[in-house]
């Protein structure tokens, strides 16, 4: 099972952007649909964005600003995030999802063997 490395958050202001990166440790990106998650403090993790070689899927508070995309070559998936909103303050994941799910439904459900979460890496959005 893939365990993923996350980079690129950091500090920025309302309205700002960031890009996302993640990359499998050890291991290759393959056929997997990978999603990005969240977590903010005191709530539950949940999913931002997923995509397979032929779709991607968005939560609708992220359409038109996020976009996620892979690079099967650098073996790296990214999130550009735009229009960063303090609703957005969060530790962001990678994880592998059900290639099923996103296909034929256009959703992102976690990939049930999924269970080795990454250090994430932290958005903070703050003026």
């Known amino acids: 099972q893939l365990q993923f490395v996350e980079s690129g958050g950091g500090l920025v202001q309302p309205g700002g952007s960031l890009t996302l990166s993640c990359t499998p440790s050890g291991a290759t990106l393959d056929n997997n649909s990978i999603g990005w998650f969240r977590q903010a403090p005191g709530k539950e993790r949940e999913v931002v964005a997923c995509?397979?070689?032929?779709?991607?899927s968005y939560v609708n508070s992220v359409k038109g600003r996020f976009t996620i995309s892979r690079d099967d070559a650098k073996n790296t998936v990214f999130l550009q995030m735009s229009n960063l909103k303090p609703e957005d303050t969060a530790v962001y994941y990678c994880?592998?999802?059900?290639?099923?799910?996103?296909?034929?439904?256009?959703?992102?459900?976690?990939?049930?063997?999924?269970?080795?979460w990454g250090q994430g890496t932290q958005v903070a959005v703050s003026s």
């Open positions: 995509i397979s070689h032929s779709i991607d």
């Open positions: 994880a592998v999802v059900r290639k099923s799910d996103l296909l034929v439904y256009a959703r992102c459900v976690l990939d049930d063997e999924f269970k080795s």
